[in-house]
């Protein structure tokens, strides 16, 4: 088991470019969320997947915001067009349902995009 | 709608003393609760959960949390803190027996242990 993991950790990009992040969640979790953390405030909820069904979306994932887990297993969260509003840290979390340690969500250490 | 409520910023604490760091919440029905730390540049990392049960909850690295359903509080307690324990901790909370899963967070509370 090595954790959630997400790439890239660190994306520096300019205003009015497109840019994708990537989560792998624990192996065999079957939830995996996306949540954004900007500076001295706690994680805000943007979407939710079980399997490969997004079940829940936030106000916060606007338009240019999209969440894709094809396969069930990793997810991509893409930006388009982002704006410099759009600097934070976004974390994933994964967790199981119907087995084992359920309603915990593990996080990864995140993507730190910076808009410029 | 659920929130969650951390009144300090920041705790300061001597190595060696005991620690709390607050927590009130505010959801419609029965809660989950969760405590969770951030190191500088990491993601956050579990702690501790309640869901049913003993009002007192054990966690990890020597980390309590109290529920108290009448305050709606749910604290968060070491008996000995060490200096490194001084990280960013938040408290999160979610409806039970609800189909929502999203966490709602509080702000966060910094706590220093002093050598």
């Known amino acids: 088991d090595t954790g959630v993991s997400q790439n890239p950790r660190h994306k520096i990009t300019k205003r009015g470019q497109n840019v994708t992040f990537r989560c792998d969640p624990i192996?065999?979790?079957?939830?995996l969320y996306w949540y954004r953390q900007t500076l001295g405030q706690g994680p805000e909820f943007l979407t939710y997947f079980q399997n490969e069904a997004q079940l829940e979306k936030s106000r916060l994932l606007s338009d240019r915001f999209s969440a894709e887990r094809p396969k069930g297993s990793f997810s991509t969260l893409e930006i388009q067009r982002t704006e410099q509003g759009d600097s934070a840290m976004y974390l994933c979390?994964?967790?199981?349902?119907?087995?084992?340690?359920?309603?915990?969500?593990?996080f990864g250490p995140g993507t730190r995009l910076t808009v410029l | 709608a659920q929130s969650v409520a951390q009144p300090e910023d920041q705790v300061n604490v001597a190595e060696g003393n005991p620690l709390t760091v607050k927590c009130t919440y505010s959801?419609?029905?029965?809660?989950?609760l969760f405590w969770y730390v951030q190191y500088p540049n990491r993601g956050l990392q579990f702690l501790l959960k309640?869901?049913?049960?003993?009002?007192l909850v054990k966690g990890s690295y020597g980390f309590e949390a109290e529920f108290n359903k009448s305050q709606t509080s749910f604290h968060l307690k070491k008996p000995s803190a060490l200096v490194s324990d001084s990280a960013l901790y938040f408290c999160a909370v979610r409806p039970l027996n609800t189909g929502f899963q999203k966490l709602v967070f509080g702000t966060g509370t910094r706590l220093l242990v002093s050598p």
């Open positions: 979390a994964s967790s199981s349902y119907g087995t084992g340690d359920t309603d915990t969500q593990y």
């Open positions: 192996s065999e979790h079957n939830r």
């Open positions: 959801v419609s029905g029965n809660p989950y």
């Open positions: 309640y869901i049913t049960g003993d009002n």
